[in-house]
């Protein structure tokens, strides 16, 4: 009996502190409440209230180069490796290291190639002399065979020979003359052979560097010697995307495509070519296909195996509509860019992007209000990433924008309410 009594009073004095308890908490918990409420709605009135300052550009109708970009490599225009045509010891090399070349023409007009290398003499200077010998006697046999044929052709008709012995000593001759046609081929290969001791480039261009030096052994039609590359003119070879190619064919029937070429990280102007080559196929694993353009490279800016950026100038675009390319933003749904209206209100305007040129969009013609834009309009370049349809504009200086698009003068009004919200 003691002990139930005894829990029981415990158990009502404990009533009552569990419930003041529970409702200290309670107290507590709704001030922070309404604490972080009050900070909350300050912070958000702070943050949205006012206009949001941008800045803009129109607008504008331009004249846009049409063009397109993309990177390749320099080549040469030709290029030959040097081989020997005959096997003997290199005795002579007549160039230098990385020399230019050049085949020019003599006063009667015949090509002058110029000389790389010569191949020892000797050997072959002796087998044409050899050739020449067999040659000249053989000649004197054939003349001999020819008279003994001529005079049993004689006897024969006295009745003196018979047919058999006649046609015997023309055959005879007729033979020693066909071996001297073959001792004349002979002798004219001796000669070419020697002639091949001096080894020419059949090309002007630049010398690389030397393959074999003098005194090695060089094998006929194996041993590589020098390589020579023309680079003037010099070729650019690019490749660019299926879907330009009726654009380039379209510059190609109006006349020549100008192509220009700039060494990334150089300073200096580009290099202006003509496109001379657009490749006969596509290449279906990349859908490109590959040109070639040529350039003078008087100045020996270019050279082979050097990367480059190529620009292909197609004509022009007259009166495109252009925006800064920095107001054109990307959505869920597409591009678009924020219009300021006359109510210094921004609207989203969606709008397709037809291509870019230095830093402007060009944009395609729509219905304005649904898409596109009109020249004139106000297009926020600067601080419109925090608009949102609607949003209240103060408009503030153009920043970076393009010489065809003025920046637009601040609005003093805008900037005064701004500034009195502040100071409230």
């Given at each position: 009996?003691?002990?139930?009594?005894?829990?029981?009073?415990?158990?009502?004095?404990?009533?009552?502190?569990?419930?003041?308890?529970?409702?200290?908490?309670?107290?507590?918990?709704?001030?922070?409440?309404?604490?972080?409420?009050?900070?909350?709605?300050?912070?958000?009135?702070?943050?949205?209230?006012?206009?949001?300052?941008?800045?803009?550009?129109?607008?504008?109708?331009?004249?846009?180069?049409?063009?397109?970009?993309?990177?390749?490599?320099?080549?040469?225009?030709?290029?030959?490796?040097?081989?020997?045509?005959?096997?003997g010891v290199l005795t002579e090399v007549k160039f230098v290291k990385g020399q230019e070349v050049k085949v020019t023409r003599d006063a009667a007009g015949r090509e002058v190639q110029p000389e790389l290398f010569t191949i020892d003499p000797e050997p072959f200077q002796a087998t044409l002399r050899q050739a020449q010998a067999t040659l000249a006697r053989d000649v004197a046999q054939a003349k001999?065979?020819?008279?003994?044929?001529?005079?049993?052709?004689?006897?024969?008709?006295?009745?003196?020979?018979?047919?058999?012995?006649?046609?015997?000593?023309?055959?005879?001759?007729?033979?020693?003359?066909?071996?001297?046609?073959?001792?004349?081929?002979?002798?004219?290969?001796?000669?070419?052979?020697?002639?091949?001791?001096?080894?020419?480039?059949?090309?002007?261009?630049?010398?690389?560097?030397?393959?074999?030096?003098?005194?090695?052994?060089?094998?006929?039609?194996e041993t590589a010697l020098v390589t020579v590359n023309a680079v003037h003119p010099i070729e650019a070879c690019f490749s660019v995307s299926q879907a330009e190619l009726p654009a380039v064919q379209a510059a190609r029937e109006r006349g020549a495509v100008k192509v220009l070429a700039t060494i990334p990280q150089e300073p200096g102007p580009a290099e202006e070519g003509t496109l001379s080559f657009v490749d006969n196929a596509i290449d279906t694993s990349t859908g490109m296909i590959l040109m070639r353009a040529t350039f003078k490279n008087s100045r020996d800016r270019l050279w082979p195996g050097q990367y480059l950026r190529v620009t292909l100038t197609l004509g022009q675009l007259e009166g495109a509509l252009v925006v800064p390319s920095q107001a054109v933003q990307n959505g869920r749904e597409g591009t678009y860019v924020f219009v300021v209206d006359a109510d210094k209100k921004a609207r989203m305007r969606p709008l397709t992007v037809v291509r870019t040129y230095d830093g402007r969009s060009v944009v395609a013609l729509g219905t304005p209000g649904e898409s596109g834009l009109t020249p004139g309009e106000l297009v926020g370049t600067d601080g419109h990433g925090r608009l949102t349809e609607k949003s209240a504009v103060q408009i503030m200086p153009a920043v970076g924008t393009p010489a065809s698009a003025p920046a637009a003068r601040p609005d003093r009004s805008d900037r005064a309410s701004s500034d009195s919200s502040v100071r409230k």
């Open positions: 009996m003691f002990n139930a009594r005894h829990n029981v009073s415990v158990a009502r004095r404990s009533r009552p502190v569990r419930w003041a308890a529970g409702v200290a908490l309670a107290l507590l918990a709704g001030a922070v409440s309404s604490c972080s409420d009050k900070a909350n709605g300050a912070a958000g009135k702070g943050r949205f209230s006012g206009p949001v300052p941008v800045s803009v550009a129109p607008a504008v109708r331009a004249t846009i180069p049409l063009e397109i970009e993309t990177f390749g490599t320099a080549e040469a225009s030709e290029t030959v490796t040097i081989r020997p045509q005959v096997t001999n065979a020819r008279a003994e044929a001529n005079r049993e052709a004689a006897l024969m008709e006295k009745g003196i020979s018979s047919r058999t012995d006649k046609e015997k000593r023309e055959a005879d001759a007729e033979a020693m003359e066909a071996t001297v046609h073959a001792d004349e081929a002979a002798v004219q290969t001796a000669q070419l052979q020697l002639g091949y001791c001096t080894i020419r480039s059949p090309i002007s261009g630049r010398t690389g560097d030397l393959l074999v030096d003098k005194g090695n052994l060089v094998k006929a039609n």
